[in-house]
């Protein structure tokens, strides 16, 4: 469990420093959303590197930062970077959509490309910050990054109070965001449902939530880019959601399309497939039709495959 004062500082500590993103109700459908969208990069990962580097040391902020990323954490953590005054180096797949590579650099990031995909990255970074003084940002291994996810949570609640009593739909990869919002729940609303939500063509989450293992997962080309690949071992991730989480679920790649196609037509948004997880997963009736609170996690898609997806399912 991680420490309530630690759920508690996040939430003082990014304070005016981050946005409050909109919280929606879709009174047809007994639907709460969370548009992390609209956050600051994009994405809901600046909260999560934000609240980590807030709190180094000076001596940490000279030695720079390091991370992997499939681009919206590098993000994140470019855009502390700025905020403390600390060169950034990111570890990202070549395969990264260009729209979050680039994004990366023009936040100030040095973006190296690896062979391979998101885990190759992670590996290549980790073995960077060994062989130089650096400090590494997990995008989810870390106690302050999952406290700086777990404030979502923590304003939909005090703005809502009511979802207190609904069932939580969360997108997870690595676990941080599903991890922080269950720790928060777990604190302020112990009788609320969480589900996760993950593709099927990269389920390792969800192989180590029911097997206990990572064998045999395999990591496929996914419209949900940031939901791609391994959970690094022995994440703190893992047991938090163990123990506070119901279940996770899978939904496919059309399932992913047709729910980023809805989210423009139905709500006027513009998300990319990770932050589509959840509204896929009630669109196919993968969960109960009950009052929801739906985590939508991002919005960082390459401008092309957006356009095709909406040519796609046009009605």
Do not use: C
Not at 182 to 199: D, H
Not at 214 to 230: C, E, R
């Amino acid at each position: 469990m991680l420490p309530p004062e630690w759920l508690k500082a996040a939430s003082q500590r990014l304070d005016g420093k981050i946005h409050h993103t909109p919280l929606t109700h879709d009174a047809a459908r007994n639907l709460y959303i969370k548009w992390e969208n609209h956050q600051k990069t994009g994405s809901f990962k600046a909260r999560g590197a934000l609240n980590r580097s807030l709190i180094l040391e000076d001596w940490e902020r000279e030695m720079g930062l390091v991370t992997a990323s499939a681009g919206n954490h590098g993000q994140g953590v470019a855009l502390a970077g700025q905020m403390i005054g600390a060169d950034v180096r990111v570890f990202a797949s070549k395969s990264a959509p260009a729209v979050k590579i680039n994004a990366m650099r023009e936040l100030g990031a040095t973006v190296e490309l690896v062979e391979g995909g998101y885990h190759d990255a992670e590996k290549a970074g980790l073995a960077f910050v060994k062989r130089n003084d650096a400090v590494w940002i997990s995008p989810y291994n870390d106690g302050h990054v999952i406290a700086g996810q777990s404030t979502i949570a923590s304003e939909v609640l005090a703005e809502r109070p009511e979802t207190a009593e609904m069932t939580w739909i969360v997108p997870v990869s690595g676990g941080g965001l599903l991890a922080g919002i269950a720790s928060v729940l777990a604190e302020q609303a112990p009788n609320t449902k969480v589900i996760g939500v993950q593709v099927a063509a990269s389920a390792f989450m969800h192989g180590l939530f029911y097997r206990g293992n990572q064998d045999g997962v395999k990591d496929l080309p996914t419209l949900a880019d940031g939901l791609g690949g391994a959970v690094e071992a022995n994440s703190i991730t893992v047991p938090l959601i163990k123990k506070y989480v119901d279940e996770i679920i899978l939904v496919s790649e059309d399932e992913v399309a047709e729910a980023l196609a809805f989210a423009w037509t139905e709500y006027g948004e513009k998300i990319e497939g990770s932050g589509a997880v959840g509204l896929a997963a009630v669109l196919s009736e993968k969960v109960p039709q009950e009052a929801s609170v739906i985590v939508v996690s991002g919005g960082n898609i390459q401008p092309e495959i957006h356009a095709e997806i909406l040519t796609r399912y046009e009605k």
